[in-house]
């Protein structure tokens, strides 16, 4: 075992490392520029750049760059050497590594996507430093994390309106405390994202080029031997998984990614990983470090790291569940329900915000999951359904009835409690948990969001979260700041009895998975948007875009162009998707089928000549011609429809087109697919299959 301690953070420019090497001024403008959210002075810039590249050098690093989050969903980069000539033959060089490179770059911004911002303002973008982010070292690269934003600064990246919502919740809730009689240097949102992923043998993508391009089978039986087996979930891990995962918590260790990879998930050959929680642009930045890193130590091993939410059609999918809390900058936990009284309150009024938020901005919240790949697993047969709900657990349930039914809330003991006044019943942390079908749901000290899926990046969710709660506190702070003369608890219990009798709807504590809870959900009016499709347009709702506005989080013109860029995005997907399927029928499952076809034939034939039997021949012929036939229709038709859905007016419609007609007719292709892998035999057929695949690594 690699000796940790000294590992962890060792790629890491982090406060520690600060602190020893920058001279204390500036090591006390950095802290403070990351607190308020300002900028650094060029002077200070450029002291904390010599220090960086000193660090950084020490260490062989030869290049920087600028890491950012583009809204591609990964992150790019774009290498520069510290090296610059010097002398007037540029025969010598020295290493340099000024404050203006550190703090502001200017990728070319017309290679990244801007969904039409590009258009409308201004073609260059620049980079800048995310000072509360610390740099890190990937391989020989010093990578700075910076946000990313056109040259008129509008954001073109996950991590610029992520950075906004933190500071409008910061503010909104600073209101509050105030009001409370809570001091604090600052609020700031805790993520932390556990991550689940399958890990298969890299030779099979090379065979599959459904994989390989889109990260999922696109056909592909059911092996004979699923999940339901159930022997994986904490099974024992086979060696070659060990090592690697091994290998991957001390690449993360030493980016300052606390990991603890973990058991065997629900399917076979599935696993989670998950890290201490952090502030939330640090977790998203941290996510996506988690993402590559999986990636490149699995390739490292010889094993292949599948992100997709549904890699295989009918095995459990994968997800990420989003853990969030709002605490001080001192540390406190805002949503740690507390032992005495004036920290129930504050639990209460702050769990209030969030419930308002939640059922508020459903629609936003559903939106911030919506991916292509999330489509399988949302409101498809599994879980979590694509209705938001949250569940805040039977205790919590009974104290907030009581406060919206004026009436006094009996503890465990019968003992009446007041807000403010007496403790609440002490709320069981989740260590088992409790209600594991709940999209959003209240574990102890925290809300899990678990409907973000595998392959995206958590930072549009927890804007969402950051901007809808800052409203609620917004609100809230309105009313507490106003009426002065109440008892504070008073105008707490009224603010929390108001919110029960306006938003309990979103509260439900029963099982997600039972189909009368689409019913029961229908009836209180709650959202159930199945697809990304018909979930995005509703992020320029007129509601949504004020939300954004007034927090200074997303203008209008932003919203519209991340919208667009959503449904491009998606449209795209089923795209690659499509031409994908169609090339694998074509020219691997067709052949396939032609040769078997032509095996039994011959033999059918040969049986007939010499006077035997040849009834089953015939009738595995017929079968095979037969799904042939239907196979080859599908196929027409599949791409009959990407011509359809190309010719649409606009992004929303050919978005539209490829759910409603693309889509629907790669399942149907798929079927066929499927059923004549049953058939045919396995000599013929070109692709290793759903058990081969799952089981492949031994
Ligand atoms: P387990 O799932 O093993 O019971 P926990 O429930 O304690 O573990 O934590 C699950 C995830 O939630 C971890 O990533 C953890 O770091 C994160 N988490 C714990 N506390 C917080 C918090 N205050 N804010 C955000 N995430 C948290
Ligand atoms: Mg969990």
């Not at 962890?8 to 403008?29: A, H």
């Not at 994390?145 to 500071?167: I, W």
């Not at 035997?612 to 429809?641: F, V, W």
């Amino acid at each position: 075992m690699p000796d940790l301690v000294k590992l962890y953070g060792s790629k890491v420019f982090n406060d520690t490392v600060m602190r020893q090497r920058l001279p204390k001024q500036s090591y006390n403008e950095v802290k403070r520029v990351a607190r308020d959210y300002s900028a650094l002075t060029l002077d200070i810039a450029n002291s904390v750049a010599a220090c960086m590249k000193e660090w950084a050098v020490e260490q062989g690093v030869t290049h920087f760059t600028h890491w950012f989050q583009p809204m591609t969903g990964s992150t790019a980069e774009k290498h520069d050497s510290f090296i610059s000539p010097i002398g007037p033959t540029g025969s010598q060089a020295i290493a340099e590594f000024s404050g203006k490179e550190l703090i502001k770059g200017e990728p070319d911004a017309s290679s990244f996507p801007s969904g039409g911002i590009r258009a409308t303002f201004e073609a260059r973008g620049y980079t800048i430093w995310d000072v509360t982010s610390p740099a890190f070292i990937k391989g020989n690269v010093l990578c700075i994390p910076t946000a990313f934003c056109s040259y008129s600064g509008e954001a073109l990246d996950q991590k610029t309106p992520l950075l906004r919502s933190m500071q409008a919740i910061n503010k909104q809730a600073k209101r509050v405390l105030k009001v409370l009689g809570t001091e604090t240097e600052g609020v700031l949102t805790t993520v932390g994202a556990e991550q689940e992923y399958f890990i298969v043998d890299d030779s099979v993508l090379d065979k599959r080029p459904d994989l390989l391009y889109t990260g999922r089978t696109l056909l592909g039986a059911r092996p004979p031997r699923g999940q339901e087996m159930e022997d994986h979930y904490f099974g024992a891990l086979k060696t070659r998984i060990a090592e690697y995962m091994e290998d991957l918590d001390v690449e993360l260790w030493k980016l300052g990614v606390t990991s603890k990879t973990r058991h065997n998930e629900v399917a076979p050959a599935q696993h989670e990983l998950a890290p201490i929680f952090s502030t939330t642009n640090i977790a998203a930045d941290h996510n996506q470090l988690v993402m590559e890193t999986i990636k490149t130590v699995a390739r490292k091993h010889g094993l292949a790291a599948l992100l997709h939410e549904k890699p295989f059609a009918g095995v459990n999918g994968s997800g990420k569940h989003n853990n969030w809390a709002i605490g001080t900058v001192e540390g406190e936990n805002l949503l740690d329900p507390g032992d005495t009284p004036a920290k129930n309150a504050r639990f209460l009024l702050f769990l209030a915000a969030i419930i308002k938020a939640v059922d508020e901005y459903q629609d936003l919240l559903r939106i911030s999951v919506a991916t292509a790949g999330n489509d399988h697993r949302l409101g498809a047969n599994e879980a979590p359904p694509a209705i938001i709900s949250m569940f805040v657990g039977e205790e919590l349930d009974q104290v907030l009835q009581a406060i919206k039914n004026s009436q006094e809330y009996v503890g465990p003991g019968k003992i009446p409690m007041s807000i403010g006044v007496d403790a609440l019943p002490s709320i069981p942390k989740d260590t088992t948990d409790r209600n594991r079908t709940s999209p959003f749901a209240f574990t102890g000290n925290k809300f899990e969001f678990r409907m973000p899926g595998s392959n995206v990046s958590i930072s549009l969710a927890n804007t969402v979260l950051n901007t809808t709660v800052a409203e609620s506190l917004a609100f809230f702070a309105e009313i507490l700041e106003k009426e002065k003369k109440r008892d504070i608890n008073e105008r707490i219990k009224l603010i929390v009895r108001n919110t029960m009798a306006k938003h309990e709807r979103i509260i439900f504590n029963g099982n997600n998975y039972a189909p009368e809870w689409v019913d029961e959900a229908k009836k209180r009016g709650l959202l159930n948007l199945q697809s990304t499709v018909e979930a995005l347009p509703l992020f320029v709702a007129k509601k949504n875009t004020e939300l954004f506005e007034k927090h200074g989080v997303l203008t209008e013109g932003e919203a519209e162009s991340r919208l667009e860029l959503m449904l491009e995005n998606y449209a795209k997907t089923i795209h690659y998707e499509a031409l994908t399927l169609i090339d694998m029928v074509h020219r691997d499952v067709d052949p396939a089928v032609i040769a078997y076809e032509t095996d039994v034939a011959k033999l059918a034939k040969k049986l007939k000549d010499l006077g035997l039997p040849n009834e089953n021949e015939l009738s595995l012929l017929k079968k095979l011609t037969g799904l042939g036939g239907a196979s080859a229709k599908a196929l027409a038709k599949l791409e009959e429809t990407v011509v359809v859905a190309e010719g649409g007016k606009d992004t929303l419609e050919i978005a539209t087109r490829y759910r409603k007609e693309v889509f629907a007719s790669m399942q149907e292709l798929r079927a066929i697919a499927d059923e004549l892998e049953m058939v045919v035999a396995s000599k013929h057929w070109p692709y290793p299959t759903y058990g081969d695949i799952l089981y492949g690594v031994r």
